[in-house]
């Protein structure tokens, strides 16, 4: 049991398709982040939510979009995917975010 | 600019050694966290200090929160293979809901 799962792991795709990331969670953790993680940039964050459709922008929100219509899951969406979007994309889920994450295993996004 | 700066950013050792990883900022944390990420995996969370001067140990690491919250040490004892990856700092600053990640340490352990 994982307590997080990230779907699919690893995905090929073409420029100017949309795609979409799963992050599923079995803790009921309130805290759910969506991350990528890019050489010489470490990792950085996309979008979080606090809540059931309370979603708020990270410092690199643009191309993206999330939605969480359930606790156990969260959505990472790339509107129109560009060769810039290529990276490893993690979820993480926190009850309190001062004590830890727990990370999922992550996403290869590639996008051709 | 890095609101979190990791140092050294590569260190390449002999099992057996001992060694220090820093991480630095001008800003203050109410809590600080360490993480370790092997290939293919995500970070792995280590430990969680909150409390300036605070030191933790588990097993032959060592973390120290410094006096005034801005930095942070993690100290590894006897380095072993198994400590190979890449440590992550990450800080929570007061009123705000996200962790703000460190640039990382990539650490190898030669045998």
């Known amino acids: 049991d994982a307590g997080i799962t990230q779907s699919p792991r690893h995905k090929v795709t073409e420029t100017g398709t949309p795609v979409t990331l799963r992050c599923h969670q079995t803790e009921n953790h309130r805290y759910m982040y969506w991350y990528r993680q890019d050489p010489g940039h470490g990792l950085r964050l996309i979008h979080y939510s606090y809540g059931v459709k309370d979603t708020d922008k990270g410092e690199v929100s643009d191309g993206y979009s999330v939605s969480r219509s359930k606790t156990e899951d969260f959505l990472l969406t790339l509107e129109s995917a560009t060769s810039s979007q290529t990276s490893v994309y993690f979820c993480?889920?926190?009850?309190?975010?001062?004590?830890?994450?727990?990370f999922g295993s992550g996403t290869r996004l590639t996008v051709v | 600019t890095q609101l979190l700066e990791q140092s050294p950013q590569f260190l390449s050792i002999q099992e057996g050694e001992n060694l220090t990883v820093y991480c630095n900022s001008s800003?203050?944390?109410?809590?600080l966290q360490w993480y370790r990420q092997e290939p293919g995996e995500g970070p792995v969370l280590l430990v969680t200090?909150?409390?300036?001067?605070e030191v933790k140990k588990l097993k032959r690491l060592t973390f120290q929160f410094g006096d005034a919250r801005k930095d942070s040490s993690l100290h590894i004892t006897a380095a072993q293979t198994g400590d190979t990856g890449l440590y992550l700092c990450?800080?929570?600053?007061?009123?705000?809901?996200?962790?703000?990640f460190g640039t990382g340490t990539r650490l190898t352990i030669i045998p």
């Open positions: 800003s203050v944390f109410s809590s």
């Open positions: 993480a889920i926190s009850n309190r975010f001062e004590v830890g994450y727990t």
């Open positions: 200090v909150v409390t300036g001067g």
């Open positions: 990450a800080g929570v600053r007061r009123g705000n809901e996200k962790l703000t």
